[in-house]
């Protein structure tokens, strides 16, 4: 079965500097996509970023970049020039490519990130 | 475009009554995913949905829990008899696709169980 584990249960970053989150996760397949949420205390859930597991070339969304190594089935998020407004609840995710369940999604635990001023 | 727009955002249910928690689609999406999100916890995948076919409930809880789309109005998850383990968010996600690669979603209810 595919896991998605974030070994950072809490991180703290100061304004302006930069922070990576982890994320690994453990699947058999080779066709995937792995995405970043972000949660702010409203509670909404607002994608982050996302990569097809075929693409060789690391995803970038402005601020917000990823480190994906898929031999070591890890999926990092870097966020540079942190902003106070990144202050939330982040969620890495995995989906299958394709088959019955591809829209699932399955979710890490989360990592709280705190941005200091 | 509204987006996924989910009714109540909160929902507070004595023991042993009966939650009903609704999910307007976007415009366009035909494909609706159900998540519960617990205190301290990541969302877990419960049902997903297509007009009027339930397609993989294999996250749903085996009683209690049930989940319909149909042709008209809003995707709806109800809960008989809740229990104070059914206290969680609600999320509903929907797609124009079946993959997770185009989902947008709700706002989620948060349903209280006193």
Known sequence: ?????????????????????????????????????????????????????????????????????????????????????????????????????????IFGKGTKLSVKP | NAGVMQNPRHLVRRRGQEARLRCSPMKGHSHVYWYRQLPEEGLKFMVYLQKENIIDESGMPKERFSAEFPKEGPSILRIQQVVRGDSAAYFCASSPSPEAYGYTFGSGTRLTVV
């Open chain 1, 1 to 105: 079965a595919q896991t998605v584990t974030q070994s950072q249960p809490e991180m703290s970053v100061q304004e302006a500097e930069t922070v990576t989150l982890s994320c690994t996760y453990d699947t058999s397949e080779s066709d995937y996509y792995l995405f970043w949420y972000k949660q702010p205390p409203s509670r909404q859930m607002i994608l982050v970023i996302r990569q097809e597991a075929y693409k060789q070339q690391n995803a970038t969304e402005n601020r917000f970049s990823v480190n994906f190594q898929k031999a070591a089935k890890s999926f990092s998020l870097k966020i540079s020039d942190s902003q106070l407004g990144d202050a939330a609840m982040y969620f890495c995710a995995y989906s299958l490519g394709y088959g019955g369940s591809q829209g699932n999604l």
